[in-house]
T-cell receptor, first 113, second 113 residues
């Protein structure tokens, strides 16, 4: 089955810096890659996603890049703010069959003022 | 509107109790999911319902019993749980089971004594 590795497990940055979280996946049939942000005591919130026919997608301060050949995808957050502090999960799934998400282990991002 | 609601927010139960968790969405989604999340871990899939029929059961113990009374509602009935079942229980929905974008609810924090 699919295996998703996520690094780093924790990331501390100063406010205004950029943050990058990287994930690799094992199943070349995976074609959908969402990123979720989970704040303490809340459910995961979808922040951005990318499909395998696209190499990059941006939404304001957040961007995701996908390298299908290398089977890795990354989340980029620019101009970080304290409210970006949370746990971020990457995930992968494929369109065939029922769509189950395989999650990475998560990255705790701490943004210091 | 991408809202999934869950009740209750918190639940404490003894090992002999019977309780139920409830999930609701009004986005017209036809797939609904139950996940279990332990502290500092990613969500683990438990069940998938598609068009109100159970499609996936990830070998979940029978003390967890899901129910989908209609396309908007998903219940999880709990009976004779163990302390290790204490976790955050998340509900999610997607347009179809083959449509990958899943939206999560806030979760029910369950403590089994």
């Amino acid at each position: 089955g699919e295996n998703v590795e996520q690094h780093p497990s924790t990331l501390s940055v100063q406010e205004g810096d950029s943050a990058v979280i990287k994930c690799t996946y094992s199943d070349s049939a995976s074609n959908y890659f969402p990123w979720y942000k989970q704040e303490l005591g809340k459910g995961p919130q979808l922040i951005i996603d990318i499909r395998s026919n696209v190499g990059e997608k941006k939404d304001q301060r957040i961007a995701v890049t996908l390298n299908k050949t290398a089977k890795h995808f990354s989340l980029h957050i620019t101009e970080t703010q304290p409210e970006d502090s949370a746990v971020y999960f990457c995930a992968a799934s494929k369109a065939s069959g029922y769509s189950t998400l395989t999650f990475g282990k998560g990255t705790m991002l701490l943004v210091s003022p | 509107d991408t809202e999934v609601t869950q009740t209750p927010k918190h639940l404490v139960m003894g090992m002999t109790n019977k309780k139920s968790l409830k999930c609701e969405q009004h986005m017209g989604h036809r797939a609904m999911y139950w996940y279990k999340q332990k502290a500092k871990k990613p969500p683990e899939l438990m069940f998938v319902y598609s068009y109100e029929k159970l499609s996936i059961n990830e070998s979940v113990p029978s003390r967890f019993s899901p129910e989908c009374p209609n396309s908007s509602l998903l219940n999880l009935h709990l009976h004779a749980l163990q302390p290790e079942d204490s976790a955050l229980y998340l509900c999610a929905s997607s347009q179809e089971a083959r449509q990958e974008t899943q939206y999560f609810g806030p979760g029910t924090r369950l403590l089994v004594l």
